[in-house]
Each structure stands twice: as C-alpha cells, then as structure tokens.
C-alpha cells in the first residue's frame, strides 16, 4: 500500500510542477509582447562619509551601508520608477529600471541623506541622455557625506 502512494504522490508531484512551469512560460511570454521589459538600464550607487569633504572615495574613509537610492524618470514625470536600491554594508546598490517599449527617458538619481550627516556631492545625478551608447559600461554613482555635529 505504502508504494502505491509513493507512486500516487510522484505523479501529483509532477503533474504541479508542469502546471507551474508552464504557467510561468504563458505569463513570460505575456509579459515580453505586451512590452513591460523591453529594454533595462542597469547601473550602481556607491555611498561613503567624505571625511575630507573632496568628493573623491578615499583609501582611509568608511563606506555608508543603509542608504535608500531613488530613480526617477524626468522626461516622463515619473517619480521611484523600479524600487529604491539600499546600500549594502560596503556602500553599493544595485540599480535596475524597465524601460517599457524603449521610451526615450532622461533619469536623475538621488540619495535620502541620512538622519545626522550632509551632503558632499551633488545631491542629485542626472543620467546623460544618451545612455544607451554606454550600455556595456559600468555606471557607477558616488554619493558623499558628512556628519553634521
């Protein structure tokens, strides 16, 4: 009896996951023609305490982990487009941004300046408008502080 319902659950076992499977091709497919993904740009934020306040990442000064980052898309008025991006413990976010049908969009990046520090940079980084010329690059965006006491 017991390898009946071994065989019993395989099958159920298997029969879920081609459901699955091919329920997450369907919405794949879905998803591409419809055109929500068609084009990404990708790059990343790097923050730090500018102890010396030159704007510069320096040997001797710490990384800022817990940052958020913001994206907007200043053609298009649209304000966080993807999710904000939080600085790890070194300092790096990853930023990612869908670009629905390739639409040309100008972006500016900035910082939520954490609770007892200032800026050293410019508070916001607007991404050159021909960023597509640079997509195998790595972009890289430095945002500086210092505390405020």
């Known amino acids: 009896m017991s390898k009946l319902i071994e065989i019993f659950l395989g099958s159920i076992l298997i029969a879920i996951s081609t459901i699955a499977l091919i329920f997450f091709s369907m ?23 500018d102890s010396n306040r030159d704007g510069l990442v320096n040997d001797d000064e710490s990384l800022l982990g817990n940052v958020t980052i913001h994206i907007d898309d200043v053609e298009n008025q649209l304000m966080d487009i993807g999710w904000p991006a939080i600085t790890d413990p070194y300092g790096d976010a990853q930023l990612h941004v869908s ?13 939520d300046i954490p609770e007892g520090f200032r800026v050293t940079t410019r508070p916001r980084i607007e991404i050159d408008r021909d960023f597509w010329g640079n997509l195998g690059t790595e972009n890289i965006y430095y945002f500086g502080f210092i505390s405020d006491k």
């Open 27 to 49: 919405l794949h497919y879905i998803l591409r023609v419809g055109g929500v993904a068609d084009c990404a740009w990708h790059g990343s934020a790097k923050t730090w305490i």
């Open 99 to 111: 670009i629905p049908s390739c639409s040309n969009s100008a972006f500016e990046l900035y910082a």
